[in-house]
Nanobody
Framework: QVQLVESGGGLVQPGGSLRLSCAAS????????MGWYRQAPGKQRELVAR???????NYADSVRGRFTISRDSARNTGYLQMNSLKPEDTAVYYC?????????WGQGTQVTVSS
């Protein structure tokens, strides 16, 4: 089993920045990919950014150029650097880890962008 713990969420003003972290522990089999998803009230969960098993990155059009996903494989930790935040980025952000052996989710961390 794999456990994922997100951190770094909070309240930020428009134009501000936050850095989310996702620490993975347990039976982690390589290679694995990691992704960040978000869900705003009344909306479906959507992919924000993903780093694949081959270390390729993908971004939603709405965040490309503002968000950066990265991974520290030695620490089994993923990051999402979020800059130039907008009110429409407000959501619960979830970390996802996937491999040939399973698909795992964290509990989520709230990000609120408001003045």
């Amino acid at each position: 089993q794999v456990q994922l713990v997100e951190s770094g969420g909070g309240l930020v003003q428009p134009g501000g920045s936050l850095r989310l972290s996702c620490a993975a522990s347990g039976s982690i089999f390589r290679p694995y990919g990691m992704g960040w998803y978000r869900q705003a009230p009344g909306k479906q969960r959507e992919l924000v950014a993903r780093i694949t098993t081959g270390a390729n990155t993908n971004y939603a059009d709405s965040v490309r150029g503002r968000f950066t996903i990265s991974r520290d494989s030695a620490r089994n930790t993923g990051y999402l650097q979020m800059n130039s935040l907008k009110p429409e980025d407000t959501a619960v952000y979830y970390c996802n880890l996937y491999s040939s052996f399973g698909d795992y989710w964290g509990q989520g961390t709230q990000v609120t962008v408001s003045s």
